[in-house]
């Protein structure tokens, strides 16, 4: 299982489930993006990762899955933000009740599936016209490798 089928899955299961977002394609530089698409956005993305126990002709390796979400909310006072912020809470919600109800994102092949989750502090970005979020998933897998 690479990298790229765990990400393309995760991408798979925010598309179907955040049907109102829009994939963001530069996941390295969330701000590069655009403004249209930090609206309501999402973009997964592998952080820091350490090696895991794996078969032989296998190496495992326990790493961070990002997925960030970008909204447009309203972030001063005076624009209404108390009632709206709720909502992009919602939205971190299913997605972390969907990825944890099917561990392994439906390719359980060489994916052990994810052993915890944490949530980041909303942050500003764009001139603080946007608000992004990280939710961070502690990820198992092994990657076949030949000799």
């Avoid at 390796?61 to 970008?70: C, I, K, P, S």
């Avoid at 709206?84 to 971190?92: A, E, F, G, I, P």
Wanted: glycine share 6%; hydrophobic share 40%; with cysteine.
């Amino acid at each position: 299982m690479s990298f790229g089928d765990i990400r393309n899955a995760a991408n798979t299961r925010l598309a179907s489930l955040l049907t109102s977002y829009t994939e963001l394609y530069n996941v390295f530089d969330i701000e590069d993006n655009e403004p249209r698409s930090l609206e309501k956005g999402y973009a997964v993305r592998f952080g820091e990762g350490l090696p895991a126990l794996a078969c032989t002709r296998q190496v495992g390796f326990e790493t961070r899955l990002e997925v960030v979400l970008t909204n447009s909310l309203p972030v001063r006072l005076s624009d209404g933000q108390a009632p709206t912020v709720s909502t992009l809470y919602t939205d971190v919600d299913s997605v972390v009740a969907s990825f944890f109800n099917d561990t392994y994102l439906g390719v359980s092949q060489h994916f052990k599936g994810f052993t915890s989750c944490s949530v980041g502090s909303p942050q500003l970005i764009v001139g603080k016209e946007f608000v992004m979020i990280e939710i961070s998933f502690n990820a198992n897998h092994k990657v076949n490798i030949s000799y």
